[in-house]
Nanobody
Framework: QVQLVESGGGLVQAGGSLRLSCIAS????????VGWFRQAPGKEREFVGR????????DYADSVKGRFTISRDNAKNTVYLQMNRLTPDDTAVYYC????????????????????WGQGTQVTVDS
């Protein structure tokens, strides 16, 4: 098993930046594909992006492509979500999730693909 803890959320002005961290404890972190999801009030949880086990492959939702970047440092058991040019529409609770399973690439865009979840961190973008 792996335990995930997100940090780095907060209040930021529109146009600003934040970097979220997802720190894992437990088994070897490099076996996990890690995804980021978010959930705004009254809305369903949505995919933000995901990073491969080695960090050499990423996918992003169209809504964040070009603004958000996911990276990972397996030596530190950490995955990062760098968020730039934030807008009020980015306001949500952000979750990281992990799975050791291998799926067709498109499957990682779905929350059901992930076995382990963090508790979430709130990001609020003020206009």
């Amino acid at each position: 098993q792996v335990q995930l803890v997100e940090s780095g959320g907060g209040l930021v002005q529109a146009g600003g930046s934040l970097r979220l961290s997802c720190i894992a404890s437990g088994r070897t972190f490099s076996i996990y594909v890690v995804g980021w999801f978010r959930q705004a009030p009254g809305k369903e949880r949505e995919f933000v992006g995901r990073v491969s086990r080695t960090g050499d492959s990423t996918d992003y939702a169209d809504s964040v492509k070009g603004r958000f970047t996911i990276s990972r440092d397996n030596a530190k058991n950490t995955v990062y979500l760098q968020m730039n040019r934030l807008t009020p529409d980015d306001t949500a609770v952000y979750y990281c999730a992990a799975t050791p399973s291998s799926y067709y690439r498109g499957t990682y865009l779905r929350s059901i693909a992930y076995d382990y979840w963090g508790q979430g961190t709130q990001v609020t973008v003020d206009s």
